[in-house]
């Protein structure tokens, strides 16, 4: 029986994968490692994502308090996102996760 997407099974590496799954999380978190970058920013520095799944991950990734929005109430609207404190607690797995991820690449091209 297929486990739905939605539901975290007792795996913490299920419960982990559940935040940052998805296709353009990891890029938008690699991103703003660098720091604040407001919603046009970010949309020009992925290749390929389109406004509407951005705009679904970085609500995604408030939601789960990765990451924070910061709306300056200005005309235009002025927002930006930013890591939060507790997203900075997946600074050590992202760095490892990359560090394979460019071991695999590797391996790949090689083979």
């Not at 992925?46 to 910061?70: C, F, K, N, Q, S």
Request: aromatic residues 4%; neutral net charge; charged residues 25%.
């Amino acid at each position: 029986m297929a486990v739905s997407k939605k539901e975290v099974s007792d795996c913490p590496i299920d419960a982990a994968l559940s935040v940052i799954d998805g296709r353009w999380k990891g890029t938008i978190l690699w991103r703003l490692c660098d720091g604040p970058m407001r919603t046009a920013e970010l949309r020009r520095s992925i290749p390929g994502i389109t406004e509407r799944m951005l705009i679904r991950h970085l609500h995604e990734l408030v939601d789960a308090g990765i990451i924070d929005r910061h709306d300056a109430r200005t005309v235009p609207p002025c927002v930006h996102y930013s890591i939060s404190e507790y997203g900075m607690t997946l600074a050590p797995v992202l760095e490892n996760l990359c560090d394979w991820g460019r071991k695999h690449m590797q391996r790949n091209a090689v083979g």
